[in-house]
């Protein structure tokens, strides 16, 4: 069932819904990152003067343009770093397209989902960058304690994240809160196996900003299985 839901999300990325979202994430976050580049080199403009004297040393009239030049491979690093949990966050706020775009091509007589709205969708997309950044952090004495597991560690964490936080996503656009966690509880084995293999396309560049948008489409899939497979529990 996971692979299966998991081929049908990979021969959609080319939707122009998924590139679209993916898109906006990527942007979204570049702008980001240059907006605080920007700020900091004209924050480090207005606190520095443009010339100082130090005794012994005498005029200096390069610092501000040190610093600015300085600040470059710092927030090089800084992008690489940041550029997939707050790709991730932005995403977050766009994935109802994603699980539209799933359920109009494989699901089209379902009835119209609950629409998520975009304040909803920023607090969700904040929420889940702030729980998988703090457990993370939390987890990271488990990491270097078990360090020779410490990839199975990270892939059993987040795969448990994942699952959670994508079964919910896709679960409120089609029951209410109370019937979302009865979903996931019913099936926390599946969605904690599907969250791992979402984790594992984490380590590898480039293609980590992709898994945002593929498993919302995965889950959608696995909601829509799960619920047929057991009708009377749906819902």
Do not use: C, K
Not at 117 to 141: K, P, Q, S, T, Y
Not at 207 to 216: C, E, F
Request: no cysteine; net charge neutral; aromatic share 10%.
């Amino acid at each position: 069932m996971i692979l299966t839901a998991f081929s049908r999300a990979l021969g959609q990325l080319s939707d122009r819904r998924f590139l679209g979202v993916v898109g906006l994430g990527v942007g979204l976050t570049l702008a980001l990152l240059v907006a605080v580049y920007v700020g900091f080199v004209t924050l480090i403009g207005w606190l520095l003067p443009e010339a100082f004297t130090l005794p012994w040393i005498g005029e200096i009239a390069w610092a501000d343009e040190a610093l600015s030049w300085a600040a470059v491979p710092l927030f090089l690093v800084l992008s690489v770093v940041l550029m997939v949990p707050v790709a991730s966050a932005f995403m977050g706020i766009f994935l109802e397209q994603v699980a539209d775009a799933v359920e109009d091509r494989h699901y089209p007589r379902l009835p119209p989902a609950r629409s998520i709205g975009l304040a909803e969708g920023i607090a969700d997309g904040a929420r889940f960058l702030g729980v998988v950044i703090g457990v993370n952090l939390l987890a990271l004495v488990a990491y270097l304690l078990f360090a020779p597991i410490a990839p199975l560690l990270f892939w059993a964490v987040n795969g448990l994240l994942l699952g959670r936080e994508y079964a919910q996503l896709v679960a409120l656009r089609r029951t209410d809160a109370a019937g979302a966690r009865a979903f996931r509880r019913r099936h926390r084995l599946v969605l904690f196996a599907a969250g791992v293999l979402m984790v594992v396309p984490l380590t590898i560049p480039v293609v980590n900003l992709l898994v945002p948008v593929l498993g919302a489409a995965v889950f959608t899939h696995l909601y829509h299985m799960l619920s047929a497979a057991h009708p009377a529990q749906s819902g």
